[in-house]
T-cell receptor, first 114, second 116 residues
Framework: DTGVSQNPRHKITKRGQNVTFRCDPI?????LYWYRQTLGQGPEFLTY????????KSRLLSDRFSAERPKGSFSTLEIQRTEQGDSAMYLC????????????FGPGTRLTVT | AQKVTQAQTEISVVEKEDVTLDCVYE???????LFWYKQPPSGELVFLIR??????QNEISGRYSWNFQKSTSSFNFTITASQVVDSAVYFC?????????????FGSGTRLSIRP
């Protein structure tokens, strides 16, 4: 399978716990994006990487959120001290270049904070 | 600011009918990109089409066609002879160039239900 993969697919956690999600992009893609999608809404941009550099973060990304992309390959998104409002689908996408290229999305990680 | 509006929240049609999904966008960029994505019940977003702001030619791909009109800032999507497998949420999206080049702004989506 050469598509974008995300793990885990589902995560249930208690409020206050930390969670980490992983995204493996399409191998030749140098750009990697994180989005959040809540029920009935379109995906909202969180952050993106070009290779290992994190170049932009949305205001949606509070200081409880951190993302990394060591070595420019896979990426992790960590949420510390989770809150119920963090419950959402977290989507990862990758693309081979800038804005003229389409982004290919993974299946997402559904987070439920109880 | 960039914005995408999909005014139709839900559409339901009978199989084989034609259906058009509307998309209106706002941007100050002169170079920008428009996209349509499909999100079936399985949840994974599937890329359908990309259009750049300098190419207003309509495009047809099988039963799918897209009408891009800069004068009305619209990028509408038509499915001809709809099928049950077309049932999904469809998102229109806008990508910019320059300072807004890093992300895609999605509309809120249109849920399309095709009844047999």
């Amino acid at each position: 399978d050469t598509g974008v993969s995300q793990n885990p697919r589902h995560k249930i956690t208690k409020r206050g716990q930390n969670v980490t999600f992983r995204c493996d992009p399409i191998s030749e893609h140098n750009r990697l994006y994180w989005y959040r999608q809540t029920l009935g809404q379109g995906p909202e941009f969180l952050t993106y990487f070009q290779n290992e550099a994190q170049l932009e973060k949305s205001r949606l990304l509070s200081d409880r959120f951190s993302a990394e992309r060591p070595k420019g390959s896979f990426s992790t998104l960590e949420i510390q001290r989770t809150e119920q409002g963090d419950s959402a689908m977290y989507l990862c996408a990758s693309s081979p270049g800038g804005p003229s290229y389409e982004q290919y999305f993974g299946p997402g990680t559904r987070l439920t904070v109880t | 600011a960039q914005k995408v509006t999909q005014a139709q929240t839900e559409i339901s049609v009978v199989e084989k009918e034609d259906v058009t999904l509307d998309c209106v966008y706002e941007t100050r960029d002169t170079t920008y990109y428009l996209f349509w994505y499909k999100q079936p019940p399985s949840g994974e977003l599937v890329f359908l089409i990309r259009r750049n702001s300098f190419d207003e030619q309509n495009e047809i791909s099988g039963r799918y066609s897209w009408n891009f009109q800069k004068s009305t800032s619209s990028f509408n999507f038509t499915i001809t002879a709809s099928q049950v497998v077309d049932s999904a949420v469809y998102f229109c999206a806008l990508g910019g160039a320059g300072s807004s080049a890093s992300k895609i702004i999605f509309g809120s989506g249109t849920r399309l239900s095709i009844r047999p």
